[in-house]
Structures are given as C-alpha cells and as structure tokens.
C-alpha cells in the first residue's frame, strides 16, 4: 500500500509539472504571436505612406510592396529624407557637399579699407617723345642708327644727307664771300640761308675757308634717349622737316592702369599705387595718380589711371621696360564708412548681371538663396549693405553647385526667382553667333558621355581635352552685356571641374567629376537658350551611392554614363528641352 501510495504522489507530481511548462510554452507562444501580429500590422500601416521601386527599373513607383513588372525582382522601400520646412530652401546630401566642396563661414563685420587691385602696363611719356626730323631736304646717304632700341645722345650723327639745294646755296655763299667788301649784306643773307638749315658757323667757316662746298651733311640728334621708330631708309628722298626718326627718353615712364566703372569711384587723383612686374620678382615701384582718363572705352569699358614713375635706378639703368605688364594694388581708406559693415568674399557671390545672390546655410545640409544689396568693392571682398545679417553662415566655395541643384529642384535659383516665374519670364535667348561659341564645348560634353557608357576611360581622357579646348574658344565679346557676368561664373566653375577630370586615375573618379560637370551644362543649357537640337535631362537615383545624378542626352534613350553597361538603362527622362 506504502508503495502504491508514493508512485501515485510521483504521477501528480509529473502530471503538475507537465501543466506547468505547458502554461510557460503557451504563454510565451501566443506572447510571440501577439507581438508578431502587432508588428505586421505597424509595418502594413508604414507601407501605406512608402513608395516602392525598383533597384534596377527606378522608373516603377507603386505604393505597396510586391515584384517588379519588367525583371520580377523585390520592390524596395524608398527612402525619403524630410523635405525643408522653407519651400525655397534647397537640400544637398552630405555626398553631394563633399563632392562639390561646399564651404561656409559666418558672416562678420571689419574696417572697410578699400583695396583695389589693378593691372596695366608700361608705356612710355608722351611727353618725352620726340620726332626728329631732317632740317635738309635731299635724298638720305647714310643711317648711322640703322635700327630701335638703340641709345642715343644729343648732338650724335644720326645720318648723312646729300641735298642739290644745299650744294647751290653753298655756291651763293662763295660768290657772296667774294663781294663781302661792296656787299656786306649778300654775304650775311647768303650766311643765313645757309643757318636756317641748321648748318652751324663753324661749318660755314670751313666752306668758306677750303673754298669748295660740301657734298654731304650731316643729321644730329636734337634730344638724347632710345630710337623707338626708324621711318626712312637709306637711299630715300626726304622734304624738310620730314621725320627720320623717333626718339624717347625713358627716364622718366608712365605706367597706365585699366580701371573699371565700379572702381572709378575709389581712385583719385594723388592716390597711391604700388605695383611689381613679374620680370623683377620681389621689387616693389611706387607712384602716385598723376591722372584719370574722362573717357571710358566703349570697347572695353575701362578707363586709364596713369602714374608717373622715375625710372633711374642707382647703378642698375632703366630697369622698367614700356610694354611690361604690372600688377598693382591701391589701398584707400573709405569715406563714410563705419566699422561695423558687412563684408564677405567675392567667390560667395553669385552675379546675374540684375541681382547678386549668395546662398545662406539654414541647417545641416540645407541652404537658401538670398539676394543682396552690395556696397562698395574692397578687392577680394565686398561690402553688402542689404539681404545679410551678422552672424549667419554663407557659402564661399561651392555656391554655384548648390545654384545648379536649386535650378534643377525648381527651386528659385541665380537665373530665375519666385517673381521671374509669376511674370513667365522665358531664359535669356542668344544669338545664333554667341550659340556657334558654345557648340565646340557641347560636342566635347556629348562625345565624353558617350566614352563614359562605353566604358572607354582612354576615350573619355580625350574628350576631357576637347571640352578644355571648346570651353577655351568661347569668346565673352560675343555675348550681350547681361550675360557676360553670368557667363563668368559659370565658366570658373566648369574649369575647375574640367581641371579635377583631368586629374582623374581611373573611370570611376570620370564618372563622380561628371556629375558636377553635367550641372554646370544644364544650367548652361536652360540659361542660355542653346537647346536648338532636341535635348534630354535624365536622372539616374542609384548614382553617387544611390543620391542621383543627371546628364544631358542628345537621344530619348536611357544610356547611363554612371554604370556603362552593368546597368546601361537604369534612369529616366526628366525633362525634355528644345
């Protein structure tokens, strides 16, 4: 009975137990069942607000998960970063700004000492020029300086002249020596002739004395200095009071500065100049303003601010040379001008010929165009009086990129704002002579695309060269007034990315640097009207680590330059030009 009675407590025991780890099973089970079926129900409600695509048909866009309809493959989510809360605020990915290399800082205020940098050259004193002339028609027998740049000095033979009038006025003189006695005043009027040919008396003592006349004379120097033009030649005729001769005294020099319309106005008269010439590194002239042209070129649009500088230096001769290039910097103290402006430098700002613009950094990542109002120049800076605060961060390297994304976001941009688009203001249209400029330049861009699809790096290096060499025969004289500072910006742009593209190792570094490039041509392209061939904005998004990048197209066709023929089709048309 003892026995049977302690198996039957063993069986409840086991049977106990046996509840137990079933109730934690089962509770840990549905447990994991509930919060599985709280977790699909949370990720289908997610799905409902995600866009699905495809890795390698971009173009498919469904708001649910599933397969792709061209290749079958698993749609994946897109990822979508959180729009900027200003509407005309552009977003760059962290990529995108390391590619471009966008820098900013924050803007301060300084002393506004206006420092304007110039360049000109050395002329020579139109003062000191001299024309030298034959005091004796007949025909030139002798140069004795036969060529320019030859020193000479006052009173040196400069040639020899055999004249028939002179050998009959010396004939007049003999016979009128002879009747000196009865006729004193023959002989004085026969003297004078003689003088006003500029024959000296000690001359004229000598004729009269061997009492024959002279075949030849001579030409003499009248001032001392360096023969700068040389105008007849040995055997010629020349008339009394021709020039033979030119002659300049560099002494003293004039060094002649290009000034433009937005300089004029910090430049006077007694300011202060210094300057170097790149053949004498290291020495530095100085001089003052001794004059500013009235008259602005119509073909350059400059004027002349002229310095007079002495051009003696002890022991080492006449160390600047006219046509010399110079460099020079004038350093004014500006009138009026509080300590407290703001300034920034000039490569933040972005000119459109009606508006200057810089684009401010609002947060990480994220910028917006202003415009402002600028003050005056300071050289490599400039104030601005309106559209900035202190203390804001603008960007100095890398604003036109961020422009070139804005224009292709829709956002308002350097070339087209908010007002642009209420009053449909089209993009500017050039002439057919300006779009002839460009069309070297876009066969450069079109044909390096094409290497890039085909994989071709060796190609592509080539074609690197050609859009250098189309990019350098695009002359800005050709484009209207408005233009030319727009121009401007884009082309330093596009030569720093033609530059990094040379540099490139390897098709991949091509493909990065093209990007930028690609922008740069876009806005090109739109800005100034030079879609006369039917043209395509693509866009790739799995380019730049899946951040996107477009290209133009000269063909409908997807033919992806980023990828080449691992994913040939992989983009989409964005928009059509023509």
């Known amino acids: 009975m003892k026995s049977k009675k302690k198996i039957r407590n063993k069986n409840l025991w086991l049977v106990a137990g046996s509840v137990l780890v079933g109730l934690f099973l089962g509770g840990m089970f549905f447990s994991e069942n509930d919060t599985e079926i709280h977790?699909?129900?949370?990720?289908?409600?997610?799905?409902?607000n995600t866009i699905w695509t495809c890795s390698m048909h971009p173009q498919i866009?469904?708001?649910?998960?599933?397969?792709?309809?061209?290749?079958?493959?698993?749609?994946?989510p897109v990822e979508k970063e959180p729009a900027p809360k200003n509407p005309n605020a552009i977003r760059m990915t962290d990529y995108a700004l390391k590619l471009a290399n966008v820098q900013t800082i924050e803007v301060g205020s300084g002393n506004a000492q206006n420092e304007i940098r110039l360049n000109g050259k050395v002329a020579v004193d139109e003062r000191l020029t001299h024309s030298q002339p034959?005091?004796?028609p007949g025909r030139i027998e002798k140069m004795l300086v036969n060529f320019t740049g030859e020193k000479v000095n006052r009173g040196q033979v400069l040639a020899r002249v055999y004249s028939p009038q002179l050998v009959t006025a010396q004939e007049e003189l003999l016979q009128a020596y002879s009747l000196r006695e009865s006729n004193p005043r023959l002989f004085q009027a026969a003297q004078q002739k003689l003088k006003n040919w500029k024959i000296s008396q000690r001359l004229i003592d000598r004729i009269l004395e061997q009492g024959s006349p002279e075949n030849q004379f001579d030409i003499t120097a009248d001032v001392g200095g360096v023969v700068t033009k040389k105008l007849v030649e040995t055997g010629d005729y020349v008339e009394r009071g021709k020039p033979i001769y030119e002659i300049t005294d560099l002494s003293k020099i004039w060094v002649l500065f290009d000034v433009y319309e937005n300089q004029m106005g910090a430049i006077q008269k007694g300011s202060e100049v210094q300057f170097q010439v790149a053949s004498l590194p290291g020495k530095i002239f100085s001089g003052e303003v001794e004059f500013i042209d009235p008259l602005v070129s119509s073909q350059t649009r400059v004027s002349t601010a002229r310095v007079e500088v002495e051009n003696q230096a002890s022991g080492q001769g006449e160390l600047l040379k006219p046509g010399m290039l110079v460099s020079g910097i004038i350093k004014n103290p500006m009138k009026n001008t509080a300590l407290d402006k703001i300034i920034i430098p000039n490569s933040a700002i972005l000119w459109t010929g009606k508006r200057s613009v810089v684009y401010v950094r609002k947060s990480a990542g994220v910028f917006e165009m202003r415009e402002v109002v600028l003050g005056e120049s300071l050289g490599d800076k400039r104030v601005v009086t309106e559209g900035l605060e202190i203390g804001e961060e603008v960007v100095v390297n890398g604003a036109f990129t961020i422009d070139a994304a804005a224009q292709l976001a829709g956002k308002p941009s350097m070339m087209h704002t908010e007002d642009d688009k209420k009053e449909n203001i089209q993009h500017v249209e050039i002439s057919q002579e300006s779009k002839k400029e460009f069309s070297g330049l876009l066969d450069g861009y079109f044909h390096l695309k094409e290497a890039l699809v085909n994989d071709d790096f060796e190609t592509a290096k080539k074609e690197v060269g050609e859009v250098a060499k189309g990019l350098g025969r695009i002359s800005i004289s050709t484009l209207e007034p408005s233009l030319k500072n727009p121009w401007e910006n884009l082309r330093a742009q596009m030569k720093d990315e033609v530059h990094a593209l040379k540099t490139a190792e390897n098709i991949e570094d091509l493909r990065a640097g093209f990007d930028e490039l690609s922008i740069i041509l876009i806005e090109l392209v739109q800005s100034f009207g030079l879609s006369d061939r039917e043209m395509y904005i693509q866009y790739c998004p799995m380019a730049n680590e899946n951040t996107g990048a477009h290209w133009l197209s000269l063909s409908s066709e997807i033919r992806n330059p980023y990828f080449g023929e691992s994913m040939l089709n992989c983009g989409e048309v964005e928009k059509k030009l023509n």
């Open 39 to 48: 977790q699909n129900h949370m990720g289908f409600e997610e799905s409902e």
């Open 61 to 76: 866009r469904q708001h649910e998960a599933g397969n792709c309809p061209i290749c079958g493959m698993d749609l994946i």
């Open 134 to 136: 034959s005091h004796i």
